[in-house]
């Protein structure tokens, strides 16, 4: 295989899953709707932070003992979704209770804050692991040698391509959520909904078997 048949093979498969949806694009969507532009964007870069602790583990083969250790797995499979489920309720427990929402007005949540939960909502997803264990080796070059850096390498591209998706969906759910928090009615409905996203994504991790 040729080097651009290589790129454009590996460039096409990170865009296909980076763009389907899943829970860190979820996520960062639900922050983004919630807590407006800025929280968005810190929380894709502490989710592409949790995604790069997992390429780092991929590299090392640390990422191997959560593939077969279904203790280590569950255990961080749980905690991930009991997670998820805390911020869905805290979302919920918020939808309301600002007399006049507005698009300035739209719930207070620090960059930091949201960096640390994005970056924990990735780390605590035992799949994410699992997927860069399983998916970055289809793409080693024995010849090159130095596989480890390969792996990293190859995971740092699928990071920042995920941050080029997430910032593009961002930019757009902020515009149109700008809009809709104008109508307090719309407003207190997004909340709850928003809310219910990060409840469901908790229930859906909790459910994942190890494959």
Known sequence: MDDLTYWILFLSASLAINISPGPDLFYVLSRTIACGKNAGMASSLGVGTGALVHVTAAALGLSAILATSVIA????????????????????????????????????????TAFKQGMLVDILNPKAAIFFMAFLP???????????????????????????????????????????????????????ALGSILIALGIRLAFVEKT
Do not use: H
Not at 88 to 102: C, D, Q
Not at 156 to 162: D, T
Not at 165 to 178: C, D, N, Q, R, Y
């Open 73 to 112: 797995f569950s255990v961080v499979k749980y905690v991930g979704a009991a997670y998820l489920i805390y911020l869905g309720i805290k979302n919920l427990r918020s939808a309301g209770g600002i007399p006049e929402l507005s698009a300035a007005k739209i719930v207070e949540v620090s960059s930091w």
């Open 138 to 192: 289809q793409f080693i070059r024995p010849e090159i040698g130095v596989v480890p850096l390969q792996l990293f390498g190859l995971g740092i591209v699928v990071i920042l391509m995920g941050f080029a998706v997430e910032f593009s969906v961002i930019f757009l759910a902020a515009k149109i959520t700008g809009c809709l928090r104008r109508n307090q009615s719309l407003s207190s409905w997004l909340d709850r």
